[in-house]
């Protein structure tokens, strides 16, 4: 009984350390979600200007670089820098194929659509979030997030988020 109570600072030290590491990794990971989100309207905003400048007609390319040339600055440098939003995407992608293979392996009584969302739930998004990307009610994706939980298993207490972000780690 002495040496529980001489290890209880210490626990309760280490217990508010854990708070503040979940904490700071969920204020993380709304930060990676937002800047995603940002980083997909940019692409959105340049792939409507590449298809409408393919879709142009010129006489000459002189005339194509002169009508490039009247796009704003940020917006050609956002048509040169593709490469770092391909390498982004490519390691979102990687991430999710590698959760949907653990999901596919530990729980195959998951629907795709059920996957799709545990995916969104990993970069922390809320269920009108994905419901906005899925062309989903929200309603609908709470229903999915039930379904989830019961075919994880997961008691009612468990967070969802944090199950399915140690499936990666």
Known sequence: MATRNKHQPQIRELRKKIAELEHANEQLSRMLSLAYEHILRKREII?????????MQYETLKELYEHLALLPAGLRSQLRGLDDLNTFEQSL???HNQLKNILVQKHPQLSTTEMTICTYLCTNR???EIA??????VR???GHRKNIRTKLGLDP??????YLQSLLH
Do not use: Y
């Not at 792939?47 to 393919?54: F, I, K, Q, R, W």
């Not at 207490?157 to 944090?162: Q, T």
């Open 47 to 55: 792939l409507n200007t590449a298809e409408e400048v393919a879709h």
């Open 140 to 142: 609908t994706v709470e």
């Open 157 to 162: 207490k468990e967070n969802l988020i944090h």
């Open 93 to 95: 992608l990687h991430e």
């Open 132 to 137: 906005g990307l899925m062309r989903l009610s």
């Open 126 to 128: 809320s269920s009108k």
